[in-house]
């Protein structure tokens, strides 16, 4: 439990920060809705349509691909700190996942799925 003593206590004065920051902001701001500041800003033009319709599917792709791409990149930085204990395996495993990260990267590529057409 000692060990996570140093990861509690982070997280508690950036809990505690952030509700301060957030009770002084909300205590000294102006409040003064009017129409313009309450309306739904989209783009810096008037909403045309029903926030319910139907999008592409291009958008969920992109995204979808993005998060899969953003949480494979993030292994890379605790391999970093334990590079040097792991040896040449660790790293011979590593070049194996970025190889085969790579080759997906490419395959999405050349399928078009991020073309934005």
Do not use: H, N
């Not at 009770?23 to 313009?36: C, L």
């Not at 292994?75 to 970093?80: I, V």
């Not at 590593?94 to 999405?108: C, I, K, N, R, W």
């Amino acid at each position: 439990m000692q060990e996570f003593l140093g990861i509690f206590l982070y997280f508690a004065i950036a809990t505690a920060l952030a509700s301060v920051l957030a009770g002084v902001s909300y205590i000294f701001s102006t409040q003064r809705p009017d129409a313009e500041k309450i309306s739904a800003y989209e783009c810096g033009f008037d909403p045309f349509d029903d926030s319910r319709g139907q999008f592409d599917v291009q958008f969920y792709l992109v995204a979808i691909l993005f998060i899969i791409f953003d949480l494979e990149v993030t292994f890379l930085f605790p391999w970093t700190v334990v590079l040097g204990e792991i040896g040449g395996v660790g790293f011979t495993s590593m070049m194996v996942f970025l190889g085969v990260l790579t080759v997906g990267f490419v395959y999405e590529w050349r399928k078009g799925a991020l073309d934005w057409s």
